[in-house]
């Protein structure tokens, strides 16, 4: 038996999807870290911190994103929680990757406990988990995958690079690869999670494309601040 348009999204969120990442796209030259990695010339200590940063950054966002899962539920949201829930599994796989990246970077353990992370670059977990507590889960949904395409087409680069330019094993290039993979999953759940908001009239496109502007401005400061490294 076919769908009801209640169990597969119809187009209604896939536009207004498509419309937030547009207007949302980085501009010009917003991130001067990946061009540097994608030709070979970023020095390898700004490798180093970007892994160490991230080391703070994917447990923030996983627990801001299991928060969202169980406010969603609560709320009755059931799309919203499920693709929240598994945005936290995808942290979780992201965090396991990391231990080889690190290793790759020439940073120990006791090295990456002891690093200090940098405020440029811990801003748009903060933020992240600013939305956890006090945004519509909704409106959050539309802001975080309006960025995320962003995101992946940045670690694509970087994980070509680091094969070509840095020498980095399969292995050390997984965390990236992950996050530049498709990942028809996570689509359709966020899809169906737009499309709930929306029929649940819970869903408010311009706070949610304010919020993800921050969102991207967050995002540029963290690229930005690792530039300074390079």
């Not at 348009?5 to 991130?31: I, V």
């Not at 949610?208 to 400061?221: N, T």
Request: hydrophobic share 45%.
């Amino acid at each position: 038996m076919a769908p009801t348009p209640r169990e597969q999204p119809d187009g209604t969120a896939r536009a207004l999807l498509e419309g937030a990442t547009t207007e949302l796209a980085p501009k010009p030259h917003a991130n001067p870290l990946v061009p540097l990695v994608a030709d070979g010339r970023a020095d390898r200590r700004a490798l180093a911190a970007l892994a160490q940063e991230q080391c703070r950054v994917i447990p923030a966002d996983r627990r801001s994103f299991l928060h969202l899962a169980g406010r969603s539920g609560d709320a009755g949201l059931a799309a919203c929680a499920a693709f929240f829930g598994t945005l936290a599994e995808g942290e979780g796989v992201a965090l396991d990757r990391l231990g080889p990246l690190l290793t790759a970077c020439e940073v120990s353990a006791e090295r990456a406990a002891a690093y200090d992370p940098m405020a440029g670059c811990q801003a748009y977990p903060a933020y992240v988990a600013w939305l956890a507590l006090n945004a519509e889960p909704a409106d959050a949904v539309l802001a975080l995958t309006a960025n995320f395409a962003a995101w992946g087409g940045y670690c694509g680069t970087i994980a070509g690079a680091l094969r070509t330019h840095y020498g980095f094993s399969e292995e050390a290039c997984g965390f990236f690869d992950f996050f530049a993979e498709p990942a028809p999953d996570v689509d359709r759940a966020g899809l169906a999670a737009l499309q709930e908001g929306i029929d649940r009239q819970c869903l408010t496109p311009p706070t949610a494309l304010r919020q993800g502007r921050l969102l991207q401005d967050y995002e540029e400061m963290f690229w930005g601040t690792l530039a300074g490294l390079a």
